[in-house]
């Protein structure tokens, strides 16, 4: 039998450490999810107003699963709405929630306490669950069952690469412009002084390392933008907390490419068992006509498949750029409940009406032009 608690206050997160590492270590979870990440998140974007409640699910009294969720007030149709969401909700990758398995006990277990009167949400919302993942389709049928409104709907994809055994058999698998443009850029690069790549071993700690990364975001067209790590105070607090603690975990990857001893261009990235998460990249402005960021992504990819790496992530929205890397994407499928109460009733019509028009099959893949994105707060 799996029985739920329901734990409040964001002080208790040490509390699960060691359970959150052992199930970390045995499923295949997304790094969102992990304890790392969540500190951070917690640290960066949890605001003191928030309620943060942990639903912690056992088994025999063992943990199998601890979802932190955040409840905080948004506005809606002139109303204010509890909006209920995990934690990892904060950053824009793909959902996932930190279960021993998705199994219908377990499912049963936590819609069970999401639905606890005393919680007091209107909506909860996950926003990027990978299509292909049997999750949301599994929650869905569990609050099918209990007779609770609920909405999925297809999103937007993200790129994903499955990587080959040497560079050189990734390379042909691209078009011949593409390998030609990568030998310019490389002889273009090294025309100009040294090249070198570097990652986080060759700096005395991590902190000196991230500096290094601040450094070119400081030096990026995002910084004019204000769209900067270094230019959004939560962005430079859970990247950093990130880096960090992931690296405490041998997970991280953070990579550079020098030129006569100078940092230009930076890859920032996780590796989990055999999958590399691509988080950040960002290059000095000034250099663009050399495409340092590019020669740098290649070495990357030379690197990971020299590491045995198998599986390379992009990050969770279809950027234009991407397309040059890879040809595959995966789907996501986004996935609001709506409570039984008067103002969940009333929000689920808000969004029936609004999506009315809409058809999934009629979706369309909209590319992400990073220049359009907007400054955070």
């Known amino acids: 039998m799996v029985v739920a608690e329901t734990i409040r206050g964001r002080t208790r997160l040490g509390e699960f450490k060691s359970a959150w590492d052992r199930l970390m270590e045995q499923g295949d979870h997304e790094p969102s999810v992990s304890f790392e990440w969540t500190a951070a998140l917690m640290e960066s974007h949890v605001e003191e107003h928030d309620d943060i409640v942990f639903i912690v699910l056992k088994r025999l009294g063992v943990v199998i699963g601890i979802i932190p969720l955040v409840i905080r007030p948004m506005k809606k149709l002139g109303q204010t709405l509890m909006r209920a969401f995990p934690v990892s909700e904060f950053t824009n990758t793909h959902s996932d929630l930190l279960l021993e398995d998705s199994s219908e006990p377990v499912m049963r277990a936590f819609v069970d306490a999401l639905y606890r009167s005393d919680l007091h949400w209107d909506v909860f919302s996950m926003t990027r669950l990978l299509e ?41 698998r691209r078009s011949g412009s593409f390998r030609n443009a990568l030998k310019r850029i490389e002889r273009k690069l090294r025309g100009q002084g040294g090249i070198e790549s570097r990652d986080q071993s060759n700096f005395p700690d991590i902190d000196q390392a991230y500096e290094a990364l601040l450094s070119i975001e400081e030096r990026s067209w995002k910084h004019s933008h204000g769209t900067s790590i270094s230019d959004v105070a939560r962005q430079t607090t859970f990247y950093r907390q990130l880096c960090r603690l992931s690296s405490q975990k041998k997970w991280l990857h953070l990579s550079f490419l020098y030129l006569d001893g100078r940092p230009i261009a930076y890859n920032l990235g996780l590796i989990l068992r055999d999958t590399y998460y691509y988080l950040k990249t960002s290059y000095d402005y000034a250099l663009r006509p050399l495409s340092p960021a590019t020669l740098l992504r290649r070495n990357l990819l030379e690197d990971l498949i020299a590491r045995g790496v198998t599986r390379f992530d992009f990050p969770g929205e279809p950027y234009e750029w991407e397309r040059q890397w890879t040809d595959e994407m995966r789907w996501h499928r986004s996935l609001t409940l709506f409570a039984p109460s008067a103002k969940g009733f009333a929000y689920s019509l808000y969004r029936k009406a609004i999506h009315f028009k809409r058809s999934d099959d009629a979706l369309q893949i909209k590319y992400v032009n990073p220049r359009d994105l907007k400054p955070g707060p």
Do not use: I, K, W
Not at 148 to 160: A, G
């Open 132 to 172: 292909a993942q049997p999750l949301g389709m599994r929650l869905c049928e569990v609050v099918r069952q209990q007779g609770n409104e609920f909405e999925l709907r297809r999103e937007q994809p993200s790129f994903f690469l499955t990587l080959d055994s040497t560079l050189e058999g990734y390379l042909q």
